[in-house]
């Protein structure tokens, strides 16, 4: 990897999914890494105790843009981040999925004309009712290097139109980064013990999706079938998302939470010790579909769509908010200990834990190209996007 000049690279994020999976980019950047929080979501329960759990530098934080509305957002945010790039122009940009804060930093980026990477690029629902939809098919239009995570996401671009030349297959970084920060099994005894639950009796679940948070109907129909699960005799441990609590609270539903065993928000380690021993998660979350590959847990997604399809094939159901998650639940429940131990076989389609090595050598290409530009007519792009094979992903964690 070229050597980097410090904060010479811009890592524009702004929500805890982004936090984890670019924790280990920004680690092997360390000083070139120059971390800008957006603030869509921040506060100390979603995303400052991130920061020191997961070793990120504190970050260049924005103003005035979280609560506000997508368009609200992503203008305020690019107005500040257009600022910043003016005044201290880094040698790239780089930006995660497909959050408000990751378009606003395409946004900055290009009309600025700075060199812009995207990791994992190629992501589709085919849901345009999803605003994440849009705002990675805009993002992957902007960049100069799209870095798949699959062959399937590489396949999306090529089928888009994307210039070969511009895509790298490699891998998902958070294969990488669930195994670094899962807890050895003596720390994870100790929190399943702390929780008064034991491994492979519980099921861990997370509902924090505007589409199933903000339509009372969606949410009593969520609820009502983890509080059955629980009625069933099966502990139902439930972090409860700020916005997913004001949401039950104001429609009536809190009722529906006495049976289940409500938590805090937890941080990224906790939560994966818990994950690493359930005997099923329920959840809305896309990083969860990913998370639960590298774990080798079964998932019960709820969600009217999907972009992560590599999931479905083997860890995953795709279920809509009603009946069918209790019967999709109750299903991979039964099959029991041995579903459980193939799919902890099974490798991860999202990698072999060296995305983050790769994209950081991509950086590397990049920034000493944009530095070149900048003092010659040397083309940005190039070499830095030939594709990468990446190698099958290796056996869940242990």
Request: aromatic residues 2%.
């Amino acid at each position: 990897m070229h050597a980097l000049a410090p904060h010479s690279v811009a890592v524009v994020l702004g929500t805890r999914p982004e936090l984890v999976k670019l924790a280990d980019l920004i680690r092997l950047l360390g000083p070139a890494a120059h971390v800008v929080h957006t603030g869509q979501h921040y506060d100390r329960e979603l995303s400052g105790q991130f920061l020191s759990e997961l070793g990120i530098p504190e970050p260049t934080c924005l103003t005035g843009v979280g609560g506000q509305s997508r368009a609200t957002q992503i203008a305020t945010a690019l107005a500040q981040l257009d600022e910043l790039f003016a005044d201290r122009p880094p040698l790239a940009v780089v930006v995660q999925g497909d959050t408000n804060a990751a378009l606003a930093g395409a946004l900055a980026a290009n009309a600025r004309g700075l060199p812009l990477l995207h990791v994992e690029a190629g992501l589709r629902s085919r849901d345009r009712n999803m605003p994440e939809e849009h705002n990675r098919v805009l993002i992957d239009q902007l960049a100069d290097v799209l870095c798949a995570a699959t062959p399937g996401n590489r396949a999306n671009l090529l089928a888009e139109g994307a210039d070969p030349r511009r895509i790298t297959l490699t891998g998902n970084t958070v294969v990488e980064v669930v195994r670094r920060h899962l807890p050895d099994a003596e720390h994870r005894a100790a929190l399943l013990g702390s929780y008064g639950v034991i491994a492979d009796g519980y099921v861990l679940a997370t509902v924090h999706r505007p589409e199933n948070t903000d339509d009372p109907v969606a949410l009593r129909a969520i609820l009502t079938e983890l509080d059955a699960l629980a009625a069933d005799g099966t502990p139902v441990l439930l972090p409860l998302h700020p916005r997913t609590r004001a949401r039950a609270e104001a429609a009536g539903l809190m009722p529906l939470l006495d049976r289940l065993r409500v938590t805090r928000p937890l941080g990224y380690a906790p939560f994966l010790a818990l994950a690493r021993h359930a005997a099923l998660l329920v959840s809305d979350s896309g990083g969860v579909q990913e998370e639960v590959t590298v774990l080798g847990r079964p998932l019960v997604v709820v969600r009217a769509s999907t972009e992560r399809p590599e999931a479905m094939t083997d860890f995953a159901d795709l279920v809509a908010p009603g009946p069918e998650i209790g019967r999709a639940a109750r299903a991979r429940l039964a099959h029991g200990a041995l579903e459980r131990e193939r799919l902890a076989a099974l490798p991860s389609p999202f990698g072999d834990g060296t995305a983050s090595l790769r994209i950081a050598g991509l950086l590397g290409e990049l920034a000493a190209a944009s530095a070149g530009v900048r003092s010659g007519p040397e083309s940005v792009t190039g070499s830095v996007t030939e594709p990468v094979r990446v190698r099958a992903g290796t056996a869940p964690v242990a």
